[in-house]
């Protein structure tokens, strides 16, 4: 056996023991740290002065990970809110391939998600993929050296069990970035333990919306529970239904108070009901598919 079949034969049973461990998760690991816990980052940021370097936090990926440029971090985000990836790994693994002059070097995707097959009956059609993601200015400039790469990361992650996508900031729409990255702020440790207040306005906001069970806004919405508690006490939570996706709007428009919006299901994504004909939910539009 070669390198090139050993490393397909280790990377085919990393994965099939993330599926297990996705699958029968019993809490022994936190879920969103099963993906770091089974492919660990293989490679350190790069030193480089290009790019926007840091650190996002993202639960999905387990908490705080590295990103080497901005529009990095943007994707990172995006997987975070995207309902359907289950988790994501940066720098998780290592591609073998040959150079020029016979030389065996290592190419790493920046990072791969794995899809929940909740919304698909023949379970997770788009999992796992791996991505590159570079500027479509950094792309053209180093094609010469990141073809042989990526040409090899597609032939090698293919017999892998993997899909391989190169990922460029045109598949990113400035608004809905700009809505999720505010809706972001209201998920997280804050918003996962309930007083019993806040689970009285969170219940009253919902029952609000089924009550009338019409289209509304924002403001509207925050009149019909202004009896509950103070305004400051109920944004929070009003926000929060929207990160959790129970109440839902076109993202790719500017969010304001008075954006109209509706209730897609009753306890977020674990939830949801995909909506009626319309199908109106935006997560579902081809303009916002950012994998296709």
Same mark, same amino acid.
């Given at each position: 056996m070669n390198i090139r079949e050993a490393a397909i034969q280790e990377l085919r049973l990393r994965r099939q023991r993330l599926v297990q461990a996705l699958a029968s998760s019993d809490g022994a690991v936190p879920r969103n740290k099963i993906g770091a816990s089974i492919f660990p980052m293989v490679r350190q940021p790069s030193t480089s002065?290009? /790019?926007?370097? @840091?650190?996002?936090?993202?639960?999905?990926?387990?908490?705080?990970?590295?990103?080497e440029s901005d529009v990095e971090r943007k994707f990172y985000k995006l997987m975070e809110w995207d309902y359907s990836v289950e988790t994501f790994v940066v720098q998780p693994f290592k591609v073998p391939y040959r150079l020029g002059n016979g030389r065996i070097s290592h190419y790493t995707p920046d990072c791969f998600a794995i899809s929940s097959d909740v919304f698909l009956d023949d379970g997770p059609k788009y999992a796992p993929t791996a991505f590159e993601i570079k500027t479509k200015e950094q792309l053209a400039e180093e094609w010469?050296?990141?073809?042989?790469?990526?040409?090899?990361?597609?032939?090698?992650l293919s017999e892998s069990g993997f899909r391989f996508r190169i990922l460029t900031e045109d598949r990113i729409h400035p608004q809905f970035l700009e809505?999720?990255?505010?809706?972001? /702020?209201?998920? @997280?440790p804050r918003f996962m333990i309930r007083s019993a207040k806040d689970r009285e306005i969170v219940d009253r906001l919902i029952w609000a919306v089924k009550r009338s069970n019409d289209d509304f806004t924002p403001r509207e919405l925050l009149h019909r529970v202004k009896d509950v508690a103070t305004r400051g006490d109920v944004i929070p939570w009003m926000w929060n239904l929207y990160a959790d996706y129970v109440f839902q709007c076109d993202l790719l428009v500017p969010l304001t108070l008075d954006t109209?919006?509706?209730?897609?299901?009753?306890?977020?994504?674990?939830?949801?009901?995909?909506?009626?004909?319309d199908n109106r939910a935006d997560w579902r539009q081809p303009d916002n598919y950012w994998r296709r």
């Open positions: 002065n290009r /790019g926007t370097k @840091g650190h996002v936090h993202c639960f999905k990926a387990g908490g705080h990970v590295p990103h010469s050296d990141l073809k042989p790469k990526l040409r090899a990361a597609r032939s090698f809505n999720v990255e505010f809706l972001l /702020g209201y998920r @997280g109209v919006s509706w209730r897609v299901g009753d306890a977020g994504s674990g939830m949801l009901n995909l909506g009626g004909p």
